[in-house]
């Protein structure tokens, strides 16, 4: 299979800098066309472009939003005949293949998202589910898309407080590399970027499940945020894109870049590829994203591509100590009163 290869890996040389190293690669490629609802039919897909990360030394391999079942509202509704989830206490079939591929390559997964069906839920919900698999094929974490973009909003239902409460769908996980680096996890799909509330619920107190990059004593969160999207140039529609017509990767681009400086982590997100004319028309721009650094790597056009990054865990961990952002937020140092607006005046010229 041929494809792009954009970036490459940093390689330290001492054991310990190595072990404090995370390999990343992001997969901009189409989600499944293949199947119409059906993810074994990009499943041969998804462990060539496995394979290909997991023998360059990767740690992580991105896939995009809808990779696994398809972009299209027809996909969607065609999940009702393809494999539903049993219960909501039940993980798909299809995922222990996946587990199977990570396991085999050593490689963890960041699986692109689903659209899934509980079969024992009598409203017949879809949702929207992303998972993470370590290197040796477990499951660490999933995550269910909470903010939904207008046009999906006709078919699937986004993920809340009550379907999906916190003690059984944890946002934040925690995974080792195969070199030993313990690291806070946590996913967010597309349109959940545009809320800094997203992040905001990803704030851990002090002392709990400590990552290798934690500091005594501070407020913490995710060291790496997993961002699979699926977000397209001309989504925003004519009115937007009069006004700029590349107004949608100048917004991908920002908030990206904002979220991992005003959060102390890095932001992986991967979007997926597309045409370059027509509609949807591709995006593309995954990229990843730094404290101090803001955008340290990412792929410029819509096509399809495979980059590969080492993040620079040095830079994250100097923007913690300077600016101590999420530690103020924690402890309510930045909550401020809100200042009373006085009525207007009458105008007396």
């Known amino acids: 299979m041929s494809i792009r290869i954009l970036g490459s890996f940093q390689h330290a040389e001492k054991a310990e800098e190595k072990r404090m190293q995370l390999h990343v690669v992001l997969a901009q490629v189409t989600p499944n066309e293949l199947g119409k609802g059906d993810v074994r039919a990009i499943l041969p897909r ?6 290909i990360a997991a023998k360059q030394g990767a740690d992580v391999i991105v896939f995009p939003e809808y990779f696994l079942t398809g972009s299209s509202h027809e996909a969607w509704h065609q999940v009702r005949w393809h494999d539903p989830i049993n219960s909501k206490e039940e993980d798909p079939d299809w995922l222990a293949i ?24 009598p409203t017949q919900q879809l949702y929207n589910i992303t998972y993470f698999i370590d290197y040796r094929g477990r499951i660490r974490g999933s ?15 986004n993920a809340t407080d009550e379907s999906h409460p916190a003690k059984d769908y944890p946002p934040l996980f925690l995974f080792k590399t195969k070199r030993g680096l313990k690291l806070r996890a946590s996913m967010l799909m597309c349109w959940d970027l545009m809320f800094p509330e997203s992040f905001r619920r990803l704030l851990s107190a002090p002392g709990r499940f400590s990552s290798d990059l934690d500091e005594k004593d501070r407020f913490a969160g995710p060291d790496v945020v997993f961002a699979p999207t699926c977000w397209y140039a001309d989504d925003s529609g004519p009115r937007a894109l009069a006004w700029n017509k590349n107004c949608e990767a100048a917004c991908l681009d920002a908030v990206c870049v904002s979220r991992a400086m005003e959060n102390e982590c890095f932001v992986c997100m991967c979007n997926a590829a597309g045409p370059s ?40 961990l100097t923007a913690r100590d300077i600016f101590k952002i999420r530690h103020d937020m924690g402890t309510g140092i930045l909550s401020m009163p809100m200042v009373p607006v006085p009525a207007d005046k009458e105008d007396d010229s």
């Open 277 to 316: 004319i027509g509609s949807p028309r591709g995006l593309g721009h995954s990229s990843c994203n730094a404290p101090l650094l803001g955008c340290s790597a990412r792929v410029e056009d819509e096509k399809e591509a495979l980059l590969f990054h080492t993040l620079p865990i040095e830079a994250m």
């Open 143 to 157: 995550y269910t898309k909470r903010h939904l973009w207008h046009a999906e909003r006709a078919i699937l239902s």
């Open 46 to 51: 998804m462990r060539e472009l496995t394979e």
């Open 98 to 121: 996946i587990q199977d591929m990570a396991r085999t390559n050593e490689i963890a997964i960041v699986t692109g998202s689903a659209v899934v069906l509980h079969d024992d839920d």
